[in-house]
Structure formats: structure tokens, C-alpha cells
């Protein structure tokens, strides 16, 4: 009975091969698409996945097959992976439709969603290098016809399995392909029609998440990669970047352990412009008031105040080790990087009280020894954090920045412009007076 069947869909493939020929070379697109479309359904209904693959591969290589026709069989094709026996019998199907549609830029599309099938699966059995390979195939980025959050999420996949590799450069490179402004994009504005000529983009697919949700995904693979590189600053600009996303701010549960993390991963940035212009709009943001010590440790960095590390860190300590809130990315190290931070900006702030100062005063001040200050002070000059020069052999710091000749100059040239008016006032006040005097002898 077998054999009947295997008899019967031979012949039913071997005439309808015959009115594919004659469609194809009298140029009748619909019919040659719907006999390439009804083989491949009896092949599927059948269940003879083997004839199935065959007649793809068959078919695509006919001489002066047609675009249209073998668009149609790659999208059909596409349907029927999710319905095979077995995982060996996909990734057969997924190959040959690969193989068929390499090179074709009327299926890139197609070709891009079967390569991420086939990833998945890759990553799935455990081989995350191979899907990692298989992603970088694509660049989506290069598709017009694909729709903007297609291409957004499959570069993000990419990224995802550069990070799981641990591949760090390439996953950068990958991410420098999305420009972050298109997740501020309006959504809401009416899409253009078409122009003739022009390509028509494809709708995506239901599976795709909305732009604010690939803008969530992208920030979130950032803080991996950053964290990798213990980049504070860049951790907290992501971090920034998802409190700003309209869900996540309408939700008290989710923007509080944000907005808490933001604060922890300012405190922990080196001093920069960037760094101060985030700290204060912070400070002005008004939902900080639902978390007051929060609120207290930022306005003591902006506060021109030596703060104590010790009384720091019993009021801070059970909140900085506190995993739920914190992640896993802060631990021990960052723990002496608040510290370093602290000593930093008690630095900056007896520098701006001081003139001068002996290392030894310094050090009492920071609640240091001599060798620590001098080091921490000596990271901040190569830094250019801070300006200052040590005289070792004295024990003098000086805060003072050095002037350079033409500094000099101009400070001469102002100094000698106000003490030339001032003899030119002192003149006319003198003649005046005269001028009054003799007035005055004349009655």
C-alpha cells in the first residue's frame, strides 16, 4: 500500500514538473507558481520529506526559473518546518531552503528568518559559538524591504550570542549598527504610502517586540558588555535610558530599583563633566524623593564638603551589599571603587579651599596615610581630574595652576591697562580741583 502512494505522488510530481515547464517557458508566472506550490504540498501532505527537499532543490535549478516562483516555494517551504517529525528532519529542511535561497536577493528576507530558526536550534543543543557564526552571516542592516524592528531585533540577537561567546569587540561592532535614535522614533505618526519605484517594506512579524521593548533589550545588553568593561558611567547612561521608557516610568515597582541603581553607578563614575551633568539632573528629578537616602548621598558629592568614608559606609553598607536591588555586577571591587571615589572627592574639594597644603595635613584630612594621599593625588593629576604639583623634599602641595607666558602676558597687559586708568582719573580729579581753586580766587 506504501508503494501505491510512493507510486501515485511520483506521478502526480512527474505531471505537474511537465505543466511547470510549460508555464515557466511560455513565461506564465501564476501557473508556474502554483504548480511549484502544489508539489511541495503534496511532498508535505505525503509526509515524504526527503521527495520534499529533492524537489526544492530541483526546482530552483530548472533553467530560467522565475523569481516569483521560487519566492512563492520559499515561503511555502518556510511553513512546513514547524510541522517535521523530528529535529534532524528540520534542520535537513532549513539547510536545503539556506542553499536555495543563498545569493537571491528577491528572498533575503526568507533566508534571514531561516538562519535565526536554525541559530536557535544551534543554541538550543548547547553550540552557541556555531549560532553566533550563523547570525553574523546576515547583515540585515543592508535589507530595504525588511521592517525596521525586524532589523533591530535580529542585530540585537546577534549581540546576544557575541556576549554569550563572550566575543566582546565583535559585539560592540554589531551594536554600532543601531543608531539609538530610532527607539525615540514617533510610532504613533501614520506610515507614508509608497512611491512607485520604491521598495515596499514588509510588515513584521507578531513575534517582534515593539520599539519600546527592543529599546529595553538593546540598553540591557549594553549594561552586559559594560560591565564587562567596568564602564560606571556607561552602566548608569543605560540604566538612565530605560527609566526614561514611558512603561517602565508608569510603573512604581519597576522605576524604583532603577532609579536606585542609576544612583549607585553615578557614585561609583570618575569625576567628569558628563558625570556631573547626569549627578544634578538626577538631583532634580523629582520621583528621587520616594527614596530620600538616595537623595542625601547624592547631594553630598555635589555638597563642596569632606565626607567621612567610615560614616559613609555604616549608613550605606547593608543597601550596597543588598543583591536583590544592586545586581551582580557590584561587588568587592566596587566597593573600593565608592571608596576611591570618596577620597577623590574629598580631593577636589580641599583643592578648592586650599592653595597649599603639606602632604602630611592632607592625609589627616582624608583620613589616609602619607603614601596613600600622595598616590591617589598623584592618579588624579596623570588623570587630569585635578591640577597639582608635590614638593617631595618640603611636603607641599600646591593647587595652584601654573601660568604659561602668554597667560602672563595678557595678565601684564590688563594690569598695566587699570593702573593707566587710574592715572588718567587721578589726572582729571587733580585738574578739576585746580580748575575749582582758581574759580574760587577769582570772587
Not at 511549484?36 to 520529506?49: M, N
Not at 548547547?126 to 535580529?154: C, N, P, R, S
Not at 558625570?275 to 553630598?300: C, R, V, Y
Not at 580741583?433 to 574759580?439: F, I, P, Q, R, Y
Amino acid at each position: 500500500m506504501a508503494m501505491e502512494n510512493v507510486g501515485s505522488l511520483d506521478a502526480a510530481i512527474e505531471q505537474l514538473l511537465n505543466a511547470e515547464k510549460h508555464a515557466r517557458l511560455a513565461g506564465d508566472v501564476a501557473a508556474t507558481r502554483n504548480a511549484v506550490t502544489e508539489i511541495l504540498r503534496l511532498c508535505f501532505e505525503a509526509r515524504a520529506w526527503k521527495t520534499l527537499n529533492d524537489q526544492i532543490a530541483l526546482l530552483s535549478k530548472r533553467r530560467g526559473q522565475l523569481k516569483q516562483a521560487v519566492t512563492a516555494m520559499v515561503q511555502q517551504a518556510m511553513q512546513y518546518t514547524d510541522e517535521t517529525p523530528d529535529l534532524e528532519t528540520r534542520i535537513e529542511l532549513i539547510k536545503t531552503l539556506n542553499s536555495v535561497s543563498a545569493g537571491k536577493i528577491y528572498v533575503e528576507i526568507e533566508r534571514a528568518r531561516l538562519i535565526k530558526k536554525l541559530a536557535k536550534i544551534k543554541e538550543e543543543q548547547g553550540l552557541i559559538a556555531e549560532a553566533a557564526d550563523l547570525m553574523q552571516e546576515i547583515a540585515v542592516e543592508t535589507f530595504g524591504a525588511m521592517a525596521k524592528t525586524e532589523k533591530i531585533a535580529f542585530i540585537l540577537e546577534q549581540v546576544r550570542l557575541c556576549l554569550d561567546c563572550q566575543d566582546y569587540v565583535r559585539a560592540q561592532i554589531l551594536s554600532r549598527k543601531i543608531s539609538t535614535r530610532v527607539f525615540d522614533a514617533d510610532v504613533t505618526k501614520e506610515k507614508k504610502k509608497p512611491k512607485e519605484g520604491d521598495n515596499v517594506v514588509e510588515e513584521a512579524p507578531a513575534d517582534i517586540p515593539s520599539l519600546p521593548e527592543l529599546k529595553r533589550i538593546y540598553y540591557e545588553l549594553m549594561i552586559r558588555y559594560y560591565s564587562h568593561k567596568n564602564d560606571y558611567l556607561e552602566i548608569c547612561r543605560c540604566y538612565k535610558a530605560i527609566y526614561e521608557i514611558p512603561s517602565v516610568k508608569e510603573n512604581l515597582a519597576e522605576w524604583i530599583p532603577i532609579l536606585r541603581k542609576i544612583c549607585w553607578y553615578l557614585v561609583l563614575s570618575p569625576h567628569d563633566p558628563m558625570q556631573s551633568s547626569l549627578l544634578n539632573s538626577t538631583l532634580e528629578d523629582k520621583n528621587l524623593s520616594e527614596i530620600p537616602n538616595f537623595k542625601l548621598l547624592l547631594k553630598q558629592l555635589v555638597t563642596m564638603e569632606v565626607i567621612q568614608w567610615t560614616t559613609l559606609w555604616d549608613s550605606y553598607k547593608d543597601e550596597f551589599e543588598n543583591q536583590s536591588n544592586l545586581g551582580k555586577n557590584l561587588g568587592e571591587k566596587a566597593a573600593e571603587d565608592l571608596r576611591e571615589r570618596v577620597i577623590e572627592h574629598n580631593i577636589i574639594v580641599i583643592s578648592k579651599y586650599y592653595g597649599r597644603i603639606t602632604l602630611k595635613r592632607l592625609a589627616e584630612l582624608l583620613c589616609l596615610s602619607v603614601q596613600e594621599a600622595e598616590k591617589h593625588l598623584s592618579d588624579m593629576v596623570v588623570s587630569k581630574a585635578l591640577v597639582a604639583k608635590i614638593d617631595r623634599p618640603m611636603g607641599i602641595v600646591c593647587f595652584q595652576r601654573a601660568k604659561d607666558s602668554n597667560d602672563v602676558l595678557i595678565s601684564w597687559a590688563a594690569n598695566l591697562e587699570r593702573l593707566l586708568d587710574l592715572v588718567e582719573k587721578s589726572c582729571h580729579q587733580i585738574h578739576k580741583e585746580t580748575m575749582v581753586h582758581k574759580a574760587a580766587l577769582k570772587v
